[in-house]
């Protein structure tokens, strides 16, 4: 008979490719924060506000402590003036005391491609850093990994500002 390794019992995240001491139905903690945050950014979409536009789009951004804060989007009547669901987020948890994320995941009701944030919000995400993970997740909870880094590349930043 032989023994067991003493690593044995422990689970191996195939996402992360290493063993994960933090497992819980078969999923280490960072698969179930991903999977917690793409929940509740298709939650946030399910609450949209645009009656005219019908277009619903939900975010939902997970901050450095592990809180995670949603956000909609909001159309008015004369449909020119929106307030997208990742500036929404952003502003938020913001309000909220939250200064630094790790995070992002935003959907809407397109089901044959990823949707990235529009300019204006990958601009206003970089001033929180750069080195966010972007989630564009379709309707069906399947999500695409980037960055903002590669949504924004040569970004004005405020660190520029600080040289
Ligand atoms: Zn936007």
């Not at 994960?20 to 399910?46: D, F, G, P, S």
């Not at 277009?55 to 997208?84: E, K, R, Y």
């Not at 948890?93 to 992002?104: D, S």
């Not at 529009?118 to 080195?131: H, K, N």
Request: net charge positive; charged share 20%.
């Amino acid at each position: 008979m032989t023994g067991k390794s003493r690593y044995e019992h422990f689970s191996f995240c195939e996402r992360e490719q290493k063993l994960n001491l933090y497992i819980l139905h078969n999923l280490c903690i960072h698969c179930l924060l991903l999977k917690a945050l793409v929940l509740k950014c298709q939650e946030a979409r399910n609450m949209a506000y645009c009656p005219y536009s019908k277009f619903p789009v939900g975010a939902a951004i997970l901050t450095a402590d592990g809180a995670i804060i949603t956000g909609i989007i909001l159309v008015v009547s004369n449909c020119c003036t929106v307030l997208c669901a990742e500036r929404t987020a952003i502003q938020r948890a913001v309000a909220e005391g939250h200064r630094k994320f790790t995070a992002i995941a935003v959907t809407c009701d397109i089901k044959d491609s990823f949707v990235g944030p529009c300019g204006a919000c990958r601009q206003v995400l970089m001033e929180f850093g750069s080195e966010w993970m972007v989630y564009l997740t379709k309707p069906d909870g399947t999500y695409k990994e980037t960055t903002l880094n590669e949504l924004l590349p040569y970004a004005f930043s405020p660190t520029h500002l600080r040289k």
